[in-house]
């Protein structure tokens, strides 16, 4: 059964089916969708702090990773995130990455905005909070450019077709020629085109969750990635995963989810 869902839980279903595989790769789509030890991960924080700082309205992104990631400080997060977290607020700084932290985070953008140069500059903004290396920037981008295109409801060949022109991202290779040598990779370079290659060999938002698990590597970033573009393109997803997603989240996620719902829903 499926469900017409928040947002935000495109992103979080794909972090949360994902959970268990970063570690523990698997070349399959064959594999039991929701299983008791998922979990939610930085990710999912993330993705929170992004949808909460567009609800406060002033968009201080750097503001609300920085209160997210100490509030919620065991999610896994990369080394040199968690050395900036440590950091008061005040002497933090961006430090030129080019993970893939930028575009994990940033589906919210895409829900929220309604027009190209709106998505580009939020996402832009929320990459460079901590990752303002350009390859930082050009994955927050084009993950956000394609959850807006596939939220109008672009053709998946006109999605394809305006990332590779504006991006210069390869996404015409198959999943099956890119899946036995992939390995995992933290790059937004190496995270953001394959995720988005995902969605685009897809068939419903589950199928495309099980094609980015299937690849290895990162598999929660890139499920997560995957799974924003995908709930903005299908608008559904099983009602099996919706619940596992809600008896997980804290109550401050709860409240952020809900107020992002309403003022940005989803409808079809």
Same mark, same amino acid.
């Given at each position: 059964?499926?469900?017409?869902?928040?947002?935000?839980?495109?992103?979080?279903?794909?972090?949360?089916?994902?959970?268990?595989?970063?570690?523990?790769? *698997? !070349?399959? !789509?064959?594999?039991?969708?929701?299983?008791?030890?998922?979990?939610?991960?930085?990710?999912?924080?993330?993705?929170?702090? +992004? &949808?909460?700082? *567009?609800?406060?309205?002033? &968009?201080?992104?750097?503001?609300?990773?920085? &209160?997210?990631?100490?509030?919620?400080?065991?999610?896994?997060?990369?080394?040199?995130?968690?050395?900036?977290?440590?950091?008061?607020?005040?002497?933090?700084?961006?430090?030129?990455?080019?993970?893939?932290?930028?575009?994990?985070?940033?589906?919210?953008?895409?829900?929220?905005? $309604?027009?190209?140069?709106?998505?580009?500059?939020?996402?832009?903004?929320?990459?460079?909070?901590?990752?303002?290396?350009?390859?930082?920037?050009?994955?927050?981008?084009?993950?956000?450019?394609?959850?807006?295109?596939?939220?109008?409801?672009? +053709?998946?060949?006109? *999605?394809?077709? =305006? *990332?590779?022109?504006?991006?210069?991202? %390869?996404?015409?290779?198959?999943?099956?020629?890119?899946?036995?040598?992939?390995?995992? %990779?933290?790059?937004?370079?190496?995270?953001?085109?394959?995720?988005?290659?995902?969605?685009?060999?897809?068939?419903?938002?589950?199928?495309?969750?099980?094609?980015?698990?299937?690849?290895?590597?990162?598999?929660? +970033?890139?499920?997560?990635?995957?799974?924003?573009?995908?709930?903005?393109?299908? !608008?559904?997803?099983?009602?099996?995963?919706?619940?596992?997603? =809600?008896?997980?989240?804290?109550? $401050?996620?709860?409240?952020?989810?809900?107020?992002?719902?309403?003022?940005?829903?989803?409808?079809?």
């Amino acid at each position: 059964m499926t469900t017409i869902p928040n947002p935000l839980y495109g992103a979080i279903g794909g972090d949360l089916v994902g959970s268990i595989y970063e570690f523990c790769n *698997i !070349k399959t !789509k064959e594999f039991e969708l929701v299983k008791e030890e998922c979990c939610l991960t930085d990710d999912s924080a993330l993705t929170m702090a +992004t &949808a909460d700082a *567009i609800l406060g309205g002033q &968009a201080e992104y750097a503001r609300y990773y920085h &209160a997210w990631g100490n509030r919620h400080p065991h999610m896994g997060y990369g080394g040199k995130f968690r050395w900036w977290l440590e950091l008061p607020f005040e002497e933090t700084f961006p430090y030129g990455s080019w993970g893939n932290g930028a575009a994990m985070r940033v589906s919210p953008v895409g829900f929220a905005f $309604d027009t190209e140069d709106e998505v580009l500059d939020a996402a832009e903004a929320s990459a460079s909070a901590t990752h303002n290396h350009p390859e930082g920037v050009r994955g927050a981008q084009a993950t956000a450019m394609a959850v807006l295109l596939a939220r109008r409801g672009e +053709t998946m060949k006109a *999605i394809q077709t =305006e *990332i590779e022109r504006r991006f210069d991202y %390869d996404l015409s290779t198959p999943l099956d020629v890119i899946r036995p040598e992939y390995e995992f %990779d933290v790059s937004c370079q190496g995270t953001v085109p394959v995720a988005i290659r995902a969605f685009l060999q897809s068939w419903c938002y589950e199928d495309a969750i099980r094609n980015a698990v299937s690849l290895g590597g990162d598999s929660d +970033t890139i499920a997560a990635i995957t799974g924003g573009i995908a709930l903005a393109y299908y !608008k559904e997803m099983p009602r099996r995963l919706v619940e596992a997603i =809600e008896v997980r989240l804290t109550p $401050d996620m709860r409240e952020v989810c809900e107020a992002f719902g309403q003022r940005f829903p989803l409808t079809v």
